[in-house]
């Protein structure tokens, strides 16, 4: 069974750190590339970060681009965020998605972890 778990969420401070963390289990993780979604209320999922298979590339939404990093260590199959310089409008769930489009299209999601940047 495909199992993506993410953990690290909670309530931070307007400028604080917060990492998160997604396992990965039931699929070849390496094949994957892996990405960090979050939705807020009110608002459409927004892709944050992705990195592609082996996590020579990466990519960030401009929101985050300087103050989030992603990661991923495949021989743990886990995949990181680490958000820096946290604001309000960082406040999310945040969801972690597994993807690859050869030979099929397949997408795996976790089921999310509330962030929460607050005074």
């Known amino acids: 069974q495909v199992q993506l778990v993410e953990s690290g969420g909670g309530l931070v401070r307007p400028g604080g750190s917060l990492r998160l963390s997604c396992a990965a289990s039931g699929f070849n993780f390496s094949t994957f590339a892996m990405s960090w979604y979050r939705q807020a209320p009110g608002k459409e999922r927004e892709l944050v970060a992705v990195?592609?298979?082996?996590?020579?590339?990466?990519d960030y939404a401009d929101s985050v681009m300087g103050r989030f990093t992603i990661s991923r260590d495949n021989a743990k199959n886990t995949v990181y965020l680490q958000m820096k310089s946290l604001k309000p409008e960082d406040t999310a769930v945040y969801y972690c998605?597994?993807?690859?489009?050869?030979?099929?299209?397949?997408?795996?999601w976790g089921q999310g972890t509330q962030v929460t940047v607050s005074s």
């Open positions: 990195i592609s298979r082996a996590g020579a590339t990466t």
């Open positions: 998605n597994a993807r690859r489009l050869w030979p099929k299209d397949y997408a795996y």
